[in-house]
């Protein structure tokens, strides 16, 4: 009964590296969602699932790629990485309908992530 | 002009005062409406839900939600110093992907 599980919880990479973050839910939730946030600037989403097969563009897409590989993982890729992409990584899971009657989001531990 | 909009803070409020955090948004469409709270170095956690018009009361946390305003806030009765943290509004965009807009973020203090 984990929720969302996200890994590494940390990681240091060096400019230009590539990496993937790994996200699993295991409470069989249709939509998964990967966010950045940053200091005073809230959270801010980069790729998004509504459903298996499925991934659509946030607002801040650019530097990343994403794999819904099945119902239960989402992961994040990031191909060549910079300094701007310096962040704590949130993913989450909800059920779409779920939004309406007040569920909301269920988030997974958070990735911090240093690119030098 | 950012979709959901929070003042940053600091709120500084006493042990015992009410605590009140303030969100507007701009899409007129928005149906739903949450409170996360996250403390520093966690993930944010759900703490409040409203989809309709007027007042949603959960313990000691009250939500309010003014949809011809496009104004959504939260009252925290007898405040803690463990109610400090980070308060993120987050609205629910239109359309049915589900995803929620989040604002920046309100840094509350709960002074003993």
């Known amino acids: 009964n984990a929720g969302v599980t996200q890994t590494p919880k940390f990681q240091v990479l060096k400019t230009g590296q590539s990496m993937t973050l790994q996200c699993a839910q295991d409470?069989?939730?249709?939509?998964m969602y990967w966010y950045r946030q940053d200091p005073g600037m809230g959270l801010r989403l980069i790729y998004y699932?509504?459903?298996?097969?499925?991934?659509d563009k946030g607002e801040v897409p650019n530097g990343y790629n994403v794999s819904r590989l099945n119902k239960r993982e989402f992961s994040l890729r990031l191909e060549s990485a910079a300094p701007s992409q310096t962040s704590v990584y949130f993913c989450a899971s909800s059920e779409i309908w779920a939004e309406t009657f007040g569920y909301g989001y269920t988030f997974g531990s958070g990735t911090r992530l240093t690119v030098v | 002009q950012k979709e959901v909009e929070q003042n940053s803070g600091p709120l500084s409020v006493p042990e015992g005062a009410i605590a009140s955090l303030n969100c507007t948004y701009s899409d007129r469409v928005s149906q739903s409406f949450f409170w996360y709270r996250q403390y520093s170095g966690k993930s944010p956690e759900l703490i409040m839900s409203i989809y309709s018009n007027g007042d949603k009361e959960d313990g000691r946390f009250t939500a309010q939600l003014n949809k011809a305003s496009q104004y959504v806030s939260l009252l925290i009765r007898d405040s803690q110093p463990s109610d400090s943290a980070t308060y993120l509004c987050?609205?629910?965009?239109?359309?049915?992907?589900?995803?929620?807009?989040f604002g920046q973020g309100t840094t509350l203090q709960v002074k003993p």
């Open positions: 987050a609205v629910r965009g239109s359309g049915n992907t589900g995803k929620l807009i």
């Open positions: 409470m069989n939730h249709n939509s």
């Open positions: 699932s509504a459903s298996e097969g499925t991934t």
